[in-house]
């Protein structure tokens, strides 16, 4: 850390230093250390070999406001870099019409990720995946004559290459690149394209031949990656993705390409009907030591800030909520201990970096399961140890150059100087969080509810008329996730059951995502498909008069998908209509001749804005309500600045928008496998709201109660540590001098460390226990021995205190050092951060911490 300060501290100087000469042949000099190269052992950024430790941010998954505030704790976290994608949809949203403001600020982002310090990766793709409504691709861009997405076709080159250009060209005006002055180290283009390839054959060869040399020949200065493309042409770095990309890349197409990790996954993006994902940060970190300790120079996140898929935004099924796992949580809220524990690694590898960048690597054998990577560089002090336990349920003990080490199971101990041990990925020495909802005594008192239904149309409503059917996708052109399809028929009464026992039966051959129908204007229920299996097949009893009848199905997509080949052909909407249970026995009616209106009445009107909420006539509302129903109310920001939040976990299937500004899809009556929605509280970015009077607006496709909707603040306020007298101390405690590591702290015993956010300060210690207690922060247990002095201890040292230690030591709990002599100890701590004042009424309390 000192080291590469200084470094930056050089340069500057060596700049200022050649400013002042009068400029005929020293800038060419300055002009050589600037801009990123390479070899086999790493980059080379401005003349100096760094090790990165990065982390995906997206701009459009937050909002700009909260943007310096993601971006400086992800370097307080130990980030140097920092990766996004460019998300061409938005930026070209109509063919050559350009929009980068507001959220879609990209230069705004990246000159942020520059003025803090820190490097950037930009992921130009223009394919991008990222579970992106079309993989990024806008609309238009299907509609194109003779157009096939990612292969030798001349208009994908044309448009993608147009596209790519616009970006590089607004990165270089703004000197954005690091061969310029900027940030920027890195560009990819691509995305995974291994994947597909062989979809394509020889013309998938020949395209991504031909991305490689269309991007090298835009000159940026800086290299271009190709992630999990093991063909990726020179100069390309071809790049891993995966959890475990140290174990299982196989490694550069080129023994001059350092060996890169694009996408380490903090745990899994979420479907509707996913439940909970995890990844815990012992795994994480493993991963991250163990690719470093075998070449790896660079390791990125992904997510390490995941966000909000506002709107549209959101691919195939894909929930609101992004990557929520990841160690910055969807509010932007530090999620420990994951946050910390990856923290305290990115200071152990840089305790090693020396080593790692100019020592040898050498491998020794251990025992079964056990190894030690090392680096050292001969003749000198410098040297580094990774003392890997690959066995996954059992810890062992090892020796190593003489002394002994004890290992927990899938852990590595990082000896920064091969004797110390400064971290060991297993052992969390990092506090932990647990996140809290409260509902908002200003936000909810004055919650009164109206509503308006939308229309449903007939054939004579429906303007766009065929024979059968129209495909979903191409006749909304993304432009509404909905489109009405609609026909009638008449029936005589001897064409009806006369049985009261037979009722006749509506059968939709659906090709996804959602279905709800009506027969004679009544709701008769709703289909759909899952992520696995976009198609469904609805099959519900009716009721049908002797007369004319109408049938209305309201199909609907949930995002457009986001990957795979052929990505222009896919479909989505109603296939084929059958009525079964007549007399006259089943009737086909996929040919009857269909009337279509794109988009729901409420859409078109803005009924979600201020100016459109009074172009419609709305009533009070009250408990369960009907289908396709808009509601709105008005409600005062939340007091306090912490995040906010809105539980929808009564409502079913719909949008919300706060202000005019849609903050995503909400399907809450999606259960997952454990009987809970995938997500039922959203993210209200503090941005969209004014003091007083904002609108908010739901759209309920199927039905549901908007009485039990609450707006909530968010915080981290309960705080935990969970340490045992086999930790090791914090990494904190050590510094290289030289190539010797120091120890800097009082003593090097393991601490419970607890620190609140901001300004707020410890109000209550909820639990304490010197032990063997068990459980999580939020629900620890007393075991059977316990220190009956912890809480008072804690007390002592933590009450009214921003930040406080306590060290895990039996004479600070038990001077007499009679308690549980056989029993390994414990400390587990559980305290709340406040500002001192009363908290407002609970709503959920750490549910998904």
Known sequence: MQEQTMSKLGRVFLAVLLASFTPVLLPAVADEARGVNYDGRSLIINGSRELLFSGSIHYPRSTPEMWGDILQKAKEGGLNVVQTYVFWNIHEPAQGQYNFNGNYDLVKFIKMIGELGMYATLRVGPFIEAEWNFGGFPYWLREVPNITFRTDNPPFKYHMKKFTKVVIKKMKDEKLFASQGGPIILSQIENEYNNIQLAYKTQGTRYIQWAGTMAVGLKTGVPWVMCMQKDAPDPMINTCNGRNCGDTFTGPNSPDKPTLWTENWTAQYRVFGDPPSQR??????????????????????????????????????????????????????????????????????RLCKKALLWGTPSVQDLGEGLEARVYEKPGTSICAAFLCNNNTRLPRLTMFKGIKYYLPQRSISILADCKTVVYNTGMVVAQHSSRNYHQSETANKNLHWEMWRDNIPTTGDAPIKSKSPLELMSTT????????????????????????????????????????????????????????????????????????????????????????????????????????GLNTGTLDLSLNGWA???????????????????RVQWAKAKGLGQSLTWYKAYFDAPEGNDPVAMQLGTMSKGMAWVNGKSIGRYWSSYLSPLEKPSQDVYHVPRAFLEPTDNLLVLLEEIGGNPEGVQILTVNRDVVCS???????????????????????????????????????????????????????????????????ESQKVVEQRCLGRSKCSVTVEQKNFDKAGNLCPDVSKTLAIQVRCGDGKSSPGKAREGSDS
């Not at 709107?311 to 910055?328: I, L, Q």
């Not at 006369?498 to 009722?503: A, E, G, L, P, T």
């Open 280 to 349: 815990s940060a012992e795994d994480l970190a493993y991963s991250v030591a163990r690719f470093f300790s075998k070449n790896g120079t660079l390791a990125n996140y992904y997510m390490y800030y995941g966000g909000t898929n506002f709107g549209r935004t959101a691919s195939s099924f894909v929930t609101t909520r992004y990557y929520d796992e990841a160690p910055m949580d969807e509010y932007g809220l530090l999620r420990e201990p994951k946050w910390g524990h990856l923290r305290d690694l990115h200071l152990a590898l």
């Open 596 to 614: 279509h209106k794109v988009g729901l009445d409420g859409e078109k009107l803005r009924v979600y804005t201020q100016g459109g909420s009074h």
């Open 477 to 580: 052109k993304d432009s509404t996730d909905y489109l009405w399809y609609a026909t009638s028929i008449k029936f005589y009464r001897t064409d009806l059951p006369f049985r009261k026992d037979i009722s006749p039966v509506l059968q939709v051959a659906n090709l996804g995502h959602l279905m709800h129908a009506f027969v004679n204007g009544e709701y008769i229920g709703s289909g759909h498909g899952s992520n696995i299996e976009k198609s469904f097949v609805l099959q519900k009893a009716i009721e049908l008069k002797p007369g004319l009848n109408n049938i209305s199905l309201l199909g609907a997509t949930v995002g457009f998908p986001d990957s795979g080949a052929y990505l222009e052909h896919r479909f989505a909407g109603v296939h084929a209509v059958t009525l079964k």
């Open 722 to 788: 969970f340490i045992s007298e086999s930790n090791p101390a914090t990494v904190k405690s050590w510094k290289r001098n030289g190539g010797l590591i120091q120890n800097i702290a009082d003593d090097v015993k393991p601490r419970a460390h607890l620190q609140c956010a901001e300004d707020k300060k410890i109000v209550q210690v909820e639990f304490a226990s010197y032990g063997n207690p068990f459980g999580s922060c939020g629900s620890y247990s007393l075991g059977n021995c316990s220190a009956a």
